[in-house]
């Protein structure tokens, strides 16, 4: 079935990199997304891969895609403070756009 | 702010009543997804429409219903409601249907006393 999993928690410290690793199940995921979730907020679109890429850099941010072992990463380059949230990784289902969440990774950066 | 427009942001009501959830897509945005945040369920897709119709059926329970209206906001209801559902109900909206991204609202948070 369809099944996202992603480690609960990640600690960093301001300035370092941070990876939050996502694996998914659904081998016929055309898209797989990462959201930001602040406290009290909604989910923040950060960014999305095709399937067929296995790479896409976007300022700090850069997802790895590994389509053998359906392995998803988000590395946030020179983290902030600001960047302490939890962050959703995603797969799309069923060609619909129908989104299967993981837990979310509470990302905690400090000085 | 993602365009998408949620009301109301907080509502707290009594077990067995019902509630309507209201949401404005992005302007353009002809599909429109809900989603059930829970702290034991975590992010669970509840119902799609696209263009007024429904598209994909997920876990949503036969108390809750949806539809879509012709200038494309969307309802979601809750009746006979139960302290279980108390939750983060997200809406979120795209495109199309298909393989784009979705932009999703800041929320309405359900309390059930």
């Known amino acids: 079935g369809e099944d996202v999993e992603q480690s609960l928690f990640l600690s960093v410290r301001e300035g370092d990199s941070s990876v939050i690793n996502c694996t998914y199940t659904?081998?016929?995921?055309?898209?797989l997304y990462w959201y930001k979730q602040e406290p009290g907020a909604g989910l923040q679109l950060l960014t999305y891969?095709?399937?067929?890429?296995d790479m896409k850099q976007d300022q700090r941010l850069t997802v790895l895609l590994n389509k053998k072992d359906k392995h998803l990463s988000l590395r946030i380059a020179d983290t902030q403070t600001g960047d302490s949230a939890i962050y959703f990784c995603?797969?799309?289902?069923?060609?619909?756009?129908?989104?299967?969440f993981g837990a979310g990774t509470r990302l905690a950066v400090h000085p | 702010d993602s365009g998408v427009t949620q009301t109301p942001k907080h509502l707290i009501t009594a077990t067995g009543q019902r509630v309507t959830l209201r949401c404005s897509p992005r302007?353009?945005?002809?599909?429109v997804y809900w989603y059930q945040q829970s702290l034991d369920q975590g992010l669970q897709f509840l119902i799609q429409y696209y263009n007024g119709e429904e598209r994909a059926k997920g876990n949503i329970l036969e108390r809750f219903s949806a539809q879509q209206f012709p200038d494309l906001h969307s309802e979601l209801n809750l009746s006979s409601l139960e302290l279980g559902d108390s939750a983060l109900y997200f809406c979120a909206s795209s495109v199309s249907g298909t393989g784009s991204e979705a932009f999703f609202g800041q929320g309405t948070r359900l309390t059930v006393v």
């Open positions: 995603a797969e799309s289902s069923g060609g619909y756009n129908k989104l299967i």
């Open positions: 659904d081998s016929s995921s055309t898209y």
């Open positions: 302007s353009g945005d002809l599909s």
């Open positions: 891969i095709f399937s067929n890429m």
